[in-house]
């Protein structure tokens, strides 16, 4: 009885072990079974290259190379920032501060990646926009740029926790060495440290990029959601997230519209699931 | 030649100067909410439906909703979240299997937040016809938090010594009542702390209850998990963004609830593990 006991309890356990396995599964699943139908009504080449983004019109347009565009200008702005504050803070977090004031920073961190999306995006929204707007002397404040500023706020606990971890998995020894060589802490810290954690940095920035990639709310309230190719990092701009999260109100179950929006979620998983697989790589790689 | 002592005087203002620019604007962001929301915050604004196209009134409903959505998505995720971190920690080998598994949970925690949302649509609302429901919130929102469940209990159980599951075993107790009785109970701080920041993430997140849950305006409370309900993102999000004219103590108060609730939750959670480092050193 009690063995039985045992045998079906062990059961349960590896069946909910592997319910992570099954759920990625599923997400991809029902994310292909509904996205590949849009290219019953368009070609993938031109789904994916194709210059206009017109959804509702007569006859529809289901081109998403500017809401890519979208996506990648706000990425790339978000990440130029975040990665250089980002990585500056975690060193000084690991390697400067004193212990008090480290788990104070620490708990800052923290602070900021427990604030919610939309929170973030409001508070965007009524001080960051009118700011943009009055600085560049714009039309408008909902830009590609404000846009990035927010989200490299979002994606910098990310990389300062992971990078902060890298930075402290460096053996001690490497750190004495470098002292007993004569170097300063900043001549060790740049020269000696910073290297040897470069892989589990990289992990970081590229976990903080998955996270930028990603955001939906706050980038649907402060980029303007225009979707056409943008020429500048002062114009709106419309991302794929946003995209989905504005329109999938509006489109019917069962139309070309909702197949899209599907088909740009696909691309969505796909871009995440690689990106968290190369940062698990990387963070394998530091381990062994 | 360069005076390294110089140098390095410069370099740590730079690194300092860049931790300032992250910490100062979270102070300020929380600070200016707390002081413009404030005054919002009254038994009224708590207890009432929203009155005058939201424009007046409170957000009850929209607080019930959430309370409902995060105390689904927990009893959905916390039972499959802690059996598998089980799994991982008690049972599994160091094989493909266990390494795939490792793998999806990051791949789950990666995902973004709005593709939850299609897939609890594609999924939930329109496969199973649980219709735009609180089930079908929940359990998109539950899905969502069950890598950081897995995760902070995996590490809880794994902190626990060895030692204590070999004296266990050795007394006759087979490895189920090793579990139940020895591991379980020397991990549950962390299993709590993980349970906690799960809830506060699932209270604030909007994108994944959009188009499965969340009602524009619904000033009822919800009477069965079939029912649509309101929630406290997505209501900061329609009153900031789709209804003109509301008015700023109306949005900075509803976003001070917001964060107040989230802020809640993750200093309860950081009290927990603080108090378990405290007690605990083998």
């Known amino acids: ?288 | 030649m360069r005076n390294p002592r110089r140098t390095e005087k410069i370099a740590f203002f730079f690194l300092f100067l860049a931790t300032a620019l992250i910490v100062l604007p979270v102070g300020l962001i929380v600070v200016s909410i707390v002081r413009k929301g404030l005054p919002a915050i009254s038994w009224q604004f708590l207890t009432d439906i929203p009155r005058e196209g939201m424009r007046g009134g409170g957000i009850l409903p929209a607080i019930v909703g959430t309370l409902y959505l995060v105390l689904g998505a927990i009893v959905f995720a916390l039972p499959i979240g802690l059996f598998a971190a089980i799994y991982l920690s008690e049972y599994a080998k160091d094989n493909v299997l266990t390494r795939i598994i490792k793998l999806a949970i990051v791949n789950l925690a990666g995902v973004p937040s709005v593709v939850y949302g299609l897939f609890g649509l594609a999924l939930f609302v329109v496969f199973f016809r649980f219709g735009a429901s609180i089930l079908s919130g929940s359990l998109t929102l539950g899905i969502m938090v069950l890598p950081i469940i897995i995760t902070a209990s995996r590490e809880a159980l794994e902190s626990v010594p060895q030692a204590f599951r070999e004296v266990s075993l050795s007394l006759g107790a087979s490895k189920w009542q090793t579990i139940r009785h020895v591991v379980l109970p020397n991990g549950i701080s962390g299993i709590l702390t993980g349970t906690i920041l799960g809830l506060g993430r699932a209270a604030g997140e909007t994108a994944p209850i959009l188009f499965t849950v969340a009602a524009f305006y619904h000033p009822q409370l919800p009477r069965s998990i079939f029912d649509q309900a309101m929630a406290l993102p997505y209501h900061l999000y329609v009153i900031s963004t789709q209804v003109p004219n509301v008015g700023d103590k109306m949005r900075y108060g509803t976003a001070l609830v917001l964060l107040g609730l989230v802020l809640i939750m993750n200093s309860v959670a950081l009290v927990v593990r603080f108090r378990f480092r405290k007690r605990h050193r083998w």
């Open chain 1, 1 to 288: 009885m009690r063995r039985l006991k045992e045998f079906v309890l062990q059961k349960i356990v590896l069946l909910c072990g592997v319910a992570s396995i099954l759920f990625v599964a599923l997400i991809f699943l029902f994310l292909v079974k509904e996205g590949l139908n849009v290219f019953k009504a368009v070609s993938p080449s031109h789904f994916l290259l194709g210059r206009s983004w017109y959804p509702i019109s007569e006859p529809a347009q289901f081109g998403i190379l500017p809401l890519i565009l979208g996506s990648l200008l706000v990425t790339a702005g978000a990440t130029v920032i975040s990665v250089a504050i980002g990585v500056a803070c975690a060193v000084y977090i690991a390697e400067v501060a004193r212990p008090a004031v480290r788990e104070t920073l620490k708990v800052g961190i923290e602070l900021l990646a427990a604030i919610p999306s939309i929170v973030l995006g409001f508070i965007g929204m009524v001080t960051l926009v009118p700011w943009v707007k009055k600085i560049f002397h714009l039309p408008t404040g909902l830009t590609a740029l404000s846009g990035s500023i927010m989200l490299a706020f979002m994606a910098m606990p990310t990389i300062v926790s992971i990078a902060e971890d890298a930075l402290h998995a460096v053996p001690r020894s490497y750190k004495e060495g470098a002292y007993a060589l004569g170097a300063t802490r900043w001549q060790t810290i740049h020269r000696v440290i910073l290297r040897a954690a470069s892989p589990g940095i990289a992990a970081a920035v590229m976990l903080g990029i998955g996270r930028v990639i990603g955001e939906t709310m706050a980038v649907m309230m402060i980029t303007g959601n225009a979707a056409v190719i943008p020429h500048g990092i002062l114009q709106p701009v419309r991302t794929l997230t946003a995209t989905i999260a504005g329109e999938m109100g509006e489109a019917a179950v069962g139309s070309e519209h909702y197949y899209a929006l599907f088909a740009i979620g696909t691309l969505l998983f796909v871009i995440s699931f690689g990106i968290n697989v190369t940062a698990d790589l990387l963070l394998h790689k530091r381990r062994s």
